[in-house]
């Protein structure tokens, strides 16, 4: 009797303390899906500042991001993140909206600011014990 109450108190702490990216659910695929999109459009905004069509269609999407991730569920065990998560997506926005303008040092201010912010929320995520998937993995 003992030995299977060892047993199961064994298996509900290993449960416990290897399963942390469980309880966050689909929210880490959500937020890894939001960043990537925003630092990828960032990136090939960058250079291309004076595309008016590409900035038009990255800003819609920008914004389009930036709303979702507001409505977005989250979880209490990564609660303290998620402010960070929004950040990165606003400035992200902001980005884009100061390069439809012409205003590239405004762009750039942005722009850097959504990847202190994008730092920060991982560096919390670390901190908390999860880590966002990697959507390069093949699998």
């Not at 689909?26 to 008016?52: C, I």
């Not at 979702?68 to 980005?95: D, F, G, I, Q, Y």
């Not at 912010?117 to 995520?125: K, N, P, Q, S, V």
């Amino acid at each position: 009797m003992i030995r299977h109450l060892f047993l199961a108190v064994t298996f509900a702490l290993c449960a416990l303390f290897i399963a942390p990216p469980a309880w966050a659910g689909s929210y880490l695929d959500r937020a890894s899906l939001l960043l990537d999109e925003a630092r990828k459009e960032g990136d090939m905004l960058h250079p291309r500042t004076h595309d008016k069509e590409l900035v038009m269609v990255i800003h819609a999407l920008a914004e389009a991001r930036a709303r979702v991730a507001s409505k977005m569920e989250c979880p209490a065990s990564v609660a303290r993140a998620h402010p960070h998560l929004l950040l990165v997506l606003e400035n992200s926005e902001r980005a884009a909206d100061a390069a439809a303008q012409g205003n590239f040092k405004k762009f750039m201010e942005h722009l850097t600011v959504a990847r202190n912010e994008d730092r920060a929320f991982r560096a919390i995520l670390a901190e908390l014990g999860y880590a966002l998937p990697d959507l390069n993995a093949r699998r």
